[in-house]
Nanobody, 130 residues
Framework: QVQLVESGGGSVQAGGSLRLSCAAS???????MGWFRQAPGKEREGVAG???????TYADSVKGRFTISKDNAKNTLYLQMNSLKPEDTAIYYC?????????????????????????WGQGTQVTVSS
């Protein structure tokens, strides 16, 4: 059983930055992981993914502004969010795939499908005001 706990959410003005963290039980070096978000009235969408090799992928809407990374020594996943926009307002969730092998979610579209992940955190709220 993998447990995921997000932190780092909050309220910022447009143009600001936040860094989300996701502390994981077990060894993140063996997990593929992703960040998803769900805005009010919208479906949950994939934001970024990272595999066991450290390869990353992003949704077009955040490319160049967000950076996903893993610190396997701390078993923690991060999402650095810069140049935030009001449309980034959402609950942000981290998710993990275990077991995960090269090619399980990256490359290709599988990283953005909720069904590809078998463990989820509870979410953290991010609010960006204009």
């Amino acid at each position: 059983q993998v447990q995921l706990v997000e932190s780092g959410g909050g309220s910022v003005q447009a143009g600001g930055s936040l860094r989300l963290s996701c502390a994981a039980s077990g060894y993140t070096s063996t997990y593929c992981m992703g960040w998803f978000r769900q805005a009010p009235g919208k479906e949950r969408e994939g934001v970024a993914g990272i595999d066991t090799l450290g390869d990353t992928t992003y949704a077009d809407s955040v490319k160049g502004r967000f950076t996903i990374s893993k610190d396997n020594a701390k078993n923690t996943l991060y999402l650095q969010m810069n140049s935030l926009k009001p449309e980034d307002t959402a609950i942000y969730y981290c998710a993990a795939v275990y077991p995960c092998f090269v090619g399980t979610i990256i490359p290709g579209p599988r990283w953005r499908y909720e069904g590809s992940y078998n463990y989820w955190g509870q979410g953290t709220q991010v609010t960006v005001s204009s």
